[in-house]
């Protein structure tokens, strides 16, 4: 259950990353970011409150700090991911930040003690070489935008692990709380510079939709590393990298390099991995 959960908030990435990319460049970083993560909330709170009810005691103090610590880590991967692309190539930047997953299971492995099989750690570091692969374009590997999306790497990293840790509310609490943190800072630093965004309703409809898609996807995630292990969730839910060049091959027909057919085939081999050793 861990692996396919995962692998459904990846799906869910996949459809983001390809949609997003073109809302931002319409829009502007700063307008997506802050309707989406608005939008997000928006939505995701009545259906909290439709499935679960009202809350019927405070969470504990520890579960609120690490789901709020997960708002400003989310914040700096967004920050470098896009002074990332501003340095260097997509197809530079896409494959390293997608080590994120790998980045949050060896923080998981290291500080959090966490089990892991054998079968299921060679499955991890064939999914990170195969996602690295598949969503790697090209010959050519320019060291610009580098630094930045690892620092991004690392950040969403910091997310999985904080979400993964917010055990003793549901997932989707989980997801709202931190999503909700993230929108107020966003949102307050905007007005205070006098740029928040106005959009045409259409658009705010549209980065709602994204949003909420994010949401979907963190809640996924977190139940997938609830039910463990934090590793294996975090290294599956990676793929999304993996799953939108899929997606772009077979929606958008679009032609992949001979090594990226090798990613795609080590990565279905590792989710395989993943599944019998999970």
Request: aromatic letters at 6%; hydrophobic letters at 60%; one cysteine or more.
């Amino acid at each position: 259950m861990t692996v396919t959960l995962a692998l459904a908030a990846a799906l869910c990435w996949a459809v983001d990353n390809l949609v997003s990319l073109r809302f931002t460049r319409n829009l502007g970083a700063q307008a997506t970011l802050a309707w989406s993560l608005a939008g997000g909330v928006i939505v995701g709170m009545p259906i909290w409150l439709l499935l679960e009810g009202p809350p019927s005691a405070a969470p504990p103090v520890r579960v609120l700090l690490i789901a709020f610590a997960a708002a400003p880590l989310y914040l700096l991967g967004n920050a470098l991911f896009l002074r990332a692309l501003r340095a260097g190539s997509l197809s530079v930047v896409s494959p390293i930040v997608g080590l994120d997953g790998g980045i949050a299971a060896v923080f998981g492995l290291l500080f959090l003690g966490e089990p892991l099989g054998r079968m299921a750690a060679a499955g991890l570091v064939l999914a990170v070489a195969g996602g690295t692969l598949a969503g790697t374009e090209g010959s050519q590997r320019a060291a610009s935008g580098v630094g930045w999306a690892a620092g991004s790497a690392v950040a969403f990293g910091g997310v999985f692990v904080c979400l993964g840790e917010a055990r003793g509310i549901s997932p989707l609490a989980a997801v709202l709380l931190s999503r909700g943190a993230a929108a107020a800072a966003v949102w307050s630093w905007l007005e205070v510079r006098g740029r928040a965004p106005r959009l045409h309703p259409r658009a705010v409809a549209q980065t709602t939709a994204l949003g909420t898609l994010d949401v979907v996807a963190f809640a996924l995630f977190t139940a997938a590393a609830a039910i463990g292990p934090l590793a294996v969730a975090s290294v599956c839910a990676a793929q999304f990298a993996t799953l939108a060049v899929a997606l772009g091959a077979v929606v958008l027909a679009e032609r992949l390099a001979p090594h990226q057919y090798v990613g795609v085939a080590m990565t279905l081999t590792a989710v395989a991995l993943l599944s019998a050793g999970s």
